[in-house]
């Protein structure tokens, strides 16, 4: 059963960076895609990046340039570099490890950027 772990999370003042980290533990990783998600309160949760097992990357247009997802297929994890961060941008952030059979999701990490 894989397990997600997701850290990081943070305060910061607009402007700033943080970086995000998805370790995943006892199973497959590597020929899965994984995604950051994040949720604001009274928000849906919406997809902000992913990575595809080959390393294909896409975003969410609003985080096109300040957001940069990659993965270490040999420590298991994926990380989510964010710099330039919005107020806009406070949520709490899930991984998520996905494939032909297997669906798991992180508890989350609150990232909070003040104005």
């Known amino acids: 059963q894989v397990h997600l772990v997701e850290s990081g999370g943070g305060l910061v003042q607009a402007g700033g960076s943080l970086r995000l980290s998805c370790a995943a533990s006892?199973?497959?990783?590597?020929?899965?895609?994984v995604s950051w998600y994040r949720q604001a309160p009274g928000k849906q949760r919406e997809l902000v990046a992913i990575?595809?097992?080959?390393?294909?990357?896409n975003y969410r247009d609003s985080i096109k340039g300040r957001f940069t997802i990659s993965r270490d297929n040999a420590k298991n994890t994926v990380t989510l570099q964010m710099n330039n961060l919005k107020p806009e941008d406070t949520a709490v952030y899930y991984c998520?490890?996905?494939?032909?059979?297997?669906?798991?999701w992180g508890q989350g990490t609150q990232v909070t950027v003040s104005s």
């Open positions: 006892g199973g497959t990783f590597s020929t899965n895609a």
């Open positions: 998520n490890l996905k494939g032909p059979f297997i669906n798991v």
């Open positions: 990575i595809g097992s080959g390393g294909q990357r």
